[in-house]
Every structure is written in C-alpha cells, then in structure tokens.
C-alpha cells in the first residue's frame, strides 16, 4: 500500500504564520525524543556534530518522534557526501549541515542530497526507510520534494557570503550559529557580543533579501525574542541536555547544603 511521507521543514515554514520554535535534542536517547516531541513545540533539531549520535540512534528517534506533530530536523556533523547518502536513507527529510562558509560550499551539499543527473546521492531507496522500501510512490522521481536542506553560517566569511549562499538553487534556508560565529569573530564564548549580534542580524538582511528564511540559535528568551522581532523565522530555544543539567542544579542547590563536603550515599 502507497505510503505518504511527513511534509518537509520547507514546507512547515511556508506554511506558518509565526516563527518556528524548536529546541536541541543531543542525549542520544529516543526517550528523551519522544519526551521533547510531545511538548507542543514545532520542530527538534537531532545533533550529530556535537552529541553522541550515530546512524542507529538516530534512526531511533527518528522512529520516536514520529508520531507526534513535529518536525524533526538532523544536523549531520560534516557535509560528506557519505554521511548525507545514510542520513537521508535511514528516514531524515530534513537536514541541517553545519560550516558552510561560501556558496561553492553550499552548491556541493545540494549536489549530495539530489539524486543524478541533478547531484549525486547514491541510489538505494529499495533498501532504505527513506523511500519505506519503496512504498513511497515515485520516490526516485520526487525526491526533491520530500527533502529540505538548510545550510548553517558561522563563520565571518560566511556571514559576508550569507547572501550568495541563500541564493544557491537547492538550499532552503540558513541557520546562523553565534557560538561558533564568536570564535570565529575573536570573542569566543560571548554570544551575544555587540559585534556578533550585528554580524547575526546582517546575515539575516542577507539571507531575507535572497527570499529564503533565515533561523538562529539563542537560548536566552531575551536574545530569542530580540532575533524573533529582527525577522527569524525559525528559532532553537533550549536543549534537552542543557535542561536536565540546569534543572538537576536547581534541585541541589534546592535541597544540598551549601557546605555539605558529606560522601553521597547511592541510591
């Protein structure tokens, strides 16, 4: 029987009247995925550059999430050719891939998520989740479709290329990273710098005026909201892991005495 896949991130921006908000899912853990999925927010951003995801789990929570209204995202950890093809064929629709500073760059990544004579993605929807093995009617055909591609800047030279990487045939959107911005800018650590912030909001103007939306990272409600007015229209507002290690703080600060050098009893 033909199966019908999820509308892609492309599309959910489209479709929406508000900005996007999502959060950073980096556990590794298909519980804590389906956990996040059913908070009520848009769309979950699954790391594999700087979390301890690999192939199996992501496939996993992938699987997790999947039943519940949200739009999960997979941030691969380089823009290899190899890894795209795998992503893509254990079921991720949309990808994110990090440290694209030119358009040259971004013209190569669109090349590995296409099927030939447009790209080359390497052919194996018989065999891959990507297309239910081949329950997806004309998946080869209409591969385009069922795929977004969004490329992230954070780099000072591809702040200065945001324009002509939006521009590229192919890439949906750009996502700006000021943690990675800031090192790059000399003020590692300070997102939120003067400087970093104008460079974040001139890839915004950037990006917007080539007509693709524009989405940033900024944990502080006070920063997001500020880019949210500025025109994103898609935002990561909190992380899975950086929740449970602020929330597991409050809770000793709550009830550990300050002074308390006593050994910890286990549970």
């Known amino acids: 029987m033909p199966v019908r896949l999820r509308p892609t991130f492309r599309e959910a921006l489209a479709a929406a009247s508000r900005p996007l908000v999502g959060m950073w899912v980096c556990s590794g853990s298909p519980l804590v995925a389906e956990i996040c999925a059913g908070a009520g927010l848009d769309w979950l951003l699954v790391d594999m550059e700087h979390s301890p995801n690999g192939l199996e789990s992501v496939l996993a929570q992938l699987q997790a999430v999947a039943a519940e209204p949200v739009t999960p995202v997979v941030r691969v950890p380089i823009g290899d050719v190899v890894t795209i093809k795998q992503v893509l064929d254990l079921g991720a629709q949309n990808l994110l891939v990090p440290m694209i500073s030119t358009a040259d760059e971004a013209r190569e990544i669109v090349t590995a998520v296409r099927y030939p004579p447009r790209g080359r993605r390497g052919v194996g929807s018989a065999l891959a989740r990507s297309a239910r093995w081949n329950r997806v009617e004309r998946y080869l055909a209409d591969a385009d ?4 591609l969004f490329v992230q800047v954070e780099t000072a030279e591809g702040i200065a290329n945001a324009a002509a990487i939006a521009a590229v ?97 286990s549970y």
């Open 169 to 265: 045939d192919g890439v949906d959107g750009v996502f700006v990273g000021p943690s990675d911005l800031a090192a790059s800018m000399g003020v590692l650590g300070q997102q939120t710098h003067p400087d970093v912030t104008a460079a974040v909001l001139s890839a915004f103007e950037a990006v917007r005026g080539a007509g693709k939306p524009v989405g940033v990272n900024a944990f502080d409600p006070a920063v997001a909201q500020a880019y949210v007015d500025a025109g994103a229209s898609f935002v990561l507002v909190g992380a899975d892991v950086a929740m449970l290690a602020r929330g597991s703080e409050a809770l000793a600060a709550r009830w550990v005495p300050a002074a308390d050098d006593s050994p910890r009893a």
């Open 145 to 148: 479709t069922h795929v977004s």
